[in-house]
Every structure is written in C-alpha cells, then in structure tokens.
C-alpha cells in the first residue's frame, strides 16, 4: 500500500526524494479519511516553504483541511491534472496525484521522516485510537 | 373525517411519528413564463406618449430584460408559497443540528421587532431622536456584560465570524499598544472551521493544539507551546465536542503569565448563559452568536450579530461608535477613541436582530439559567437513551450537545451521512455529520432546551429505528431520503462541478 521508497509525515503527506529534487503528496490514509475531494489549492511556482508549513488547501465534502511541506524547498512545479479533476487524489493518491515538486534545501532532511513501516505502524495506532 | 394517525411500523415496532414531506415539485419561476404574461394592467395613458430613449439617452434604454420571467399574479404567489412549504424549520419540528442551537424563536422577539416606533426608525436620525434605540442597544450591551461577566461590548458584527475578526483585530491593538502584536495564535484541533480563517485574515499564524484523549486541552502541551511570539488562544468552550473545558482557569493562566490573551468563541454559550461566566474564569476576549444562544432567527446567511465582550484592558480598541450614557442619563453615540480598531460594520449593526435578543433576554429575565439546565438536560437525556446503540467516542459529561460516531453502524457500511438523511424520512432536520473533525464519522446532536420530552422521545425512536434498519436492511439507509421530491444529491458532482445559473438553452424542458 505505502510505497518503501517514500517518506512520511505525521500530518499524512508522502515525500519522494530523486536527486536534488522531491515529490510531495498526501497519503492514501489522508485522503481516506478527507472522503471525496472536491478541490485543491495550490502554491505558486518560486514559492519558499519551510518544513511543516502549510503550503495549500484540500477541500472535501467534509472539510477543508491544510497541507504541509515535509521539508524545505523552493515550489519547482504544481501538478496541473488536480485543478480539473481533484478526484484523482482519491483515486491516485501516491502517484498521479502527486501535488507539488520541490528543489530541496537540504537533501538529507527528509531521511528524517517515518519510512512506510513507521507510518503504517504509525496510522494504525491513529485507527485504534479513534475506535478506543 | 377519520385523524390520520402519525404512527407508522419500524423495525423496533410500532412509532409515533413519521412526517410526509410535501411532495409537490416546482419548476424555476423562469420556466413559467410565456409572452404576455403580466402580474398588473395599467390604466391607458391619458397623457402624450414620451420616447424614453429620447428623454433619457439610447444608452439608458432598453427595450425588454433579457430573460426576465413573465408571469401572472397567481403564478407568482403559487410559486413562492410552494417553494416556503418545502423548508425545514424549528416551527414544523426538532431541529438538532449540533453547534448550531436552532432553538425556538419566539413570537414575542418578532412582535416587539415590529412596533410602531421601533420598525421605522431610521439609523440616521439624530441621537436627540434616537433616544429608544440607544437604550435598547445600552441595556442590550447591560444584559450581555451581566450574563458573560465582561467589562465593555460592541454590538456591530453581524455574524460569529465578524466577531472573531473583530476581537482578534482587538487583540492586535491591544498587544501593539504594549510594544509588540505577537506573530500567533493557538487554535486547538476541536475548534470552528472560521477560528483559523479569522486568525489569518487578522493578520496572525495558526498553530494547531491537540487534545488529549479526553477531548480536552492538554495544558503540558500548552505551556510548551504558549511562547512570548503566542497572542492568543482561541478557544470555544464547551469545546465543539460538547464538553466543558475543566481546566479553563489554569488554561488562562498559563496564557497571562506569558502575557498573552485567551479568546472565548461563545458559539457554545447556550451550555452556560446563567450558570457560569466566561469573565469570571479569565476569558479576554469573547463573542456571542444572538442567533444561537439569544434565539435570533437564523437566516439563509443573515441577518445575525455577534456581539463582542472584552475586558477592561481592551475597552479602548473598541469599534466606533460606543454607544454611551451620559452624566444627564441621554444616550449618545461616542465617536472620540483615538484608539479604536475602527468601524467593522455601518450604524451600530443589525439593530433588528439585536433588538429580538434583548426581547427574550427580558422575557426570560433570571429563568435563562433554566433554559440552560432544560438544553443540558435535553442532551443528556437523548445521550441516556441512545448509549449502547451508537458509539461514544468522548465518554466525558455531556453539556448542551452530544457527539456519537457512526462506528457501530460503519460494519454494515452505514455512515453518519445516511443516517442523517434517513432521519429526514423520519420527520426531522438531520443532526451535524461530520464535525467536529477530530471525530471519525460524527454525528453531532443538539437539541436545545426548546425540544419537550415527549419531541425528544419521538426523536429517539426514530435514530433507534434507524439504527436497527442499518443491521437489517442497511439498503434502505444509505439510499434515504426516501419521501422527499428529490432523492439522495450527488453533493460531490455539485461541489467538484457548480452549475450556478439556470439557462434556457440547457434547461427549461418542461
């Protein structure tokens, strides 16, 4: 379910490091408990973000809820497939609905980050929380 | 004449009450027109025809409105009068929509709004005129002071967001006059969606506070978080889960030892007007929704108030105009505040709305307190009887609203959202799905001190009922509504892909 080359936050996105680069998005257990995205917001290209702040909005039936930068970086590319068809983050959530890619202030920051094991493990104890 | 029973057959035998929705459809009023339809006749003209593109300019002009519906007088009241039958409201029935307090506004607020000398006043009279007015207003901002325990108000938002903003703006001020305006403000997970938007818009950044597994503010967390850089916190208490927030005085201590304010969302004062008081356990800053807590009708959007309360230390920031009573017992309007936020609302708001609100404060007098004790009571009593048939995920003393989740009914594929529109098949306005978020599947019941036990009753039997149809026939559920013109919407469709204009060339085939 949660690809092992990928990095994870405790706010549900996902980082895919490649180079100098990295591709964020937010997981399949975020968009599953968002239900169906009617929307997203994104930065613009240029923008600087900083690790844990909020660099967008994802609109559901049910909420509107933050997104936030894993790492620091500067905002390369947004992905244009989500304005249109916003559906796609419920469908795709770990790949075509990648969200926004990312020149990387410092390319070891995100080895910081839950790998898949700590976050299954991670979301898992989230899930037994809320049926406690 | 036979009475037609309201009884009907439910999985849990026989109920009493199940409302038919009129099902009368009803087109767009633009698609009644046809040419030459008129709602008046005028008399023949016995003076010479004028050419009005002549008199007034070409550009002036227009020879017909495009689109514009042609009907007749019949049409017109049929159509409108139809469309009224097809709401909700607090007057047909039980309203529970949890956060909301859609209490019974009651006709007394709506005869005093509509006296001889109240109605017609006009907001640019001058004050020497406007006597009547500004007391109502002063005793307004008396009664409110007296009930939230605050030093000083201003009645000119005119929603609950607007307040927020207004005593955030406020705090701003205030924090400035002292050197420093701080760079942020706590919001804690359970709080309103608008806390955040409010905070941003003041010019501050949010940071998220979690709650513990009681649902309450953990105040370890706080003090780590509440920095010298920390404002405010902005807080709703009762917390939107329903339960009150036992560590407030401590809470608001450890914001003023670091010289910061806390901020009340008063969306939830309907749990404590009478009982407790938001000054007396260190709040700041506060706003007041009339529209819940003081029984002002809610309207689609508007008119509202949301008054806000401060204490002393912010009375100069105020809003201009204050309204004042002078030494000679006259009332004027105060416009001399060097240090006023500034005016965030024309006049001295909804006077209209404020008025209904002074209305049932005096009505009720001292008896608020007890129409705070019936909508805990209420609560908790619906709470009582459906422990043990949805789940409770906060098991703490309930106020004036309880939160289940759809948990049990999840394992047959039910959720909250079904049951709320099954509910409307039952005869009633759905309770709030959804919220507050830090409840997976929330089903959010207020049913306000207005509800009698017999109404309360009558909405018990019908979220059992719809519990025992989710295990037997969970079909009929996540298809409901079933007795209303138009089935089940597809909201995400209308969400991802607004259709926001009727236009004769894509609709109109009748």
Redesign the interface.
Known sequence: MYPKDYRYTKEHEWIKVDGANGTIGVTHYAQH?L??V??VEMPKVGAQLKARQSFGTI?S????SEIFSPVAGEVIETNPALADA??LINKDPHGGAWLIKVRLADRKEASALMDAAAYEAYIAGQAK???? | MSYKSTEIESPVGKILKAREHVSQNEGLIFEKSAPGKRGMELPPLDVPVLDASKALGKEFTRDAVEGFPEVSEIEVIRHFTRLSTWNYAIDLGMYPLGSCTMKYNPRVNEFVARLEGLATEHPEQPAEVSQGCLRILYDLQKCLLSITGMDAATLQPVAGAQGELTGLLMIRAYLQSQGNPRKTVLIPDSAHGTNPASVVIAGYEVKNIKSNARGQIDTDHLREFCTDDVAALMLTNPSTLGVFEERIAEIATILHERGALLYMDGANMNALAGVTRPGDFGVDVMHLNLHKTFSTPHGGGGPGAGPVLVKKGLEPFLPVPVVVQKEDGKFALDHSRPQSIGRVRAYCGNFGVLLRALAYILAYGPGIRQATEDAVLNSNYIRKKLEGVFDLPYNLPSMHEVVFSDARQKKHGVSTMDIAKRLIDYGFHPYTTAFPLIVPGAMMIEPTESESREECDFFIEAMRSIAAEAETNPELVKTAPHSTRIGRLDEVAAARKPVLRWKPEEGGSR
């Open positions: 408990e239900g169906d009617v929307f609109e039936v049910k909420a509107v916003p559906e929380e809320h049926s406690a």
